[in-house]
């Protein structure tokens, strides 16, 4: 099984050494990432622009690594469109500084790495943990990805992404496959200081979590010690109102051939 490994936080990140260190163990892995830190990049591409590519070498890691100096959607894009012969059977993004619960998937540039994976028809697995930093942590999570990636392998549909969240818990309860839950921040953007007589206002985007208590979702579980897994697509439809609109419209079409 070949796994192309990426992520948000860049190809120096704490994160994507552990997961490599662990997944290179079992299978081969090819590693393209970001040059330098990028999250909350959500699914932005380089367009304006074109992106350098370089071979890298990562220290105490065995694997093929490259470094784009663009996004994490565009190392995943031109890993499958240009870059890589190989055919890849996996695509893993993380393991980032940070959950992405919530609505932090729409922000999230490691699991928008994951989604492009999917939009080229190849599982994906998105893995987050919480701000922290020890290595035994991040040596936790990749194994707790590794074994995901081994319970899942041959088993997800080709277009499917599961979002991962690992707490940082003495003892994890076990695996809660949920829905995503409604992550919430205060205090959004700290204003700073400008100088007199300026016309401009400066805001820093900061923010704390004060997640509510959603039942059944990743927002809640994470905070009961479970890992959680929410499988994730990219069709962004919304399927619960769909007919409502189809009838609202309707009803107020003024077709050509009404009138
Ligand atoms: N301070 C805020 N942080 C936010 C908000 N929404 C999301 N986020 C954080 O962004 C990262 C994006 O994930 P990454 O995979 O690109 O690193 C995520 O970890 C969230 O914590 C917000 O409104 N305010």
Same mark, same amino acid.
């Given at each position: ?18 997961? &490599? ?164 921040? &205060? ?73």
């Amino acid at each position: 099984m070949r796994i192309l490994i990426t992520n948000d936080d860049g190809i120096m990140a704490k994160g994507i050494y552990f997961l &490599t260190k662990e997944l290179e163990k079992y299978f081969e892995c090819i590693i393209v990432a970001p040059d330098k830190q990028r999250s909350a990049a959500g699914h932005s591409i380089t367009l304006h622009r074109p992106v350098v590519v370089k071979l890298h070498k990562l220290d105490g890691i065995n694997s093929r690594a490259y470094t784009v100096d663009g996004t994490p959607a565009d190392c995943v894009k031109v890993a499958l469109e240009k870059l890589l012969e190989e055919k890849i059977d996996l695509i893993i993004s993380g393991i980032n500084d940070g959950f992405n619960l919530g609505t932090d998937v729409i922000y999230s540039g490691t699991v928008s790495a994951a989604v492009e994976g999917a939009i080229y028809k190849i599982p994906s697995i998105a893995v987050s943990i919480d701000f922290h930093g020890d290595d035994e942590y991040y040596s936790m999570a990749a194994n707790y990805a590794r074994k995901i990636v081994e319970m899942t392998k041959n088993k997800i549909k080709e277009d499917v992404v599961l979002n991962v969240n690992i707490p940082y818990a003495k003892e994890i309860k076990g695996i809660k496959v949920c829905n995503l839950g409604n992550r919430v921040y &205060t205090n959004a953007y700290i204003e700073k200081e400008v100088e007199n007589g300026t016309n401009q206002r400066i805001f820093q985007l900061a923010g704390t979590v004060k997640d509510g208590d959603d039942g059944d979702t990743d927002v809640y579980f994470i905070k009961q010690d479970y890992i959680t897994i929410t499988p994730l697509h990219y069709d962004l439809t919304n399927f619960k109102i769909l007919m409502e609109v189809e009838e609202i419209i309707d009803g107020g079409n003024t077709d050509e051939k009404d009138s």
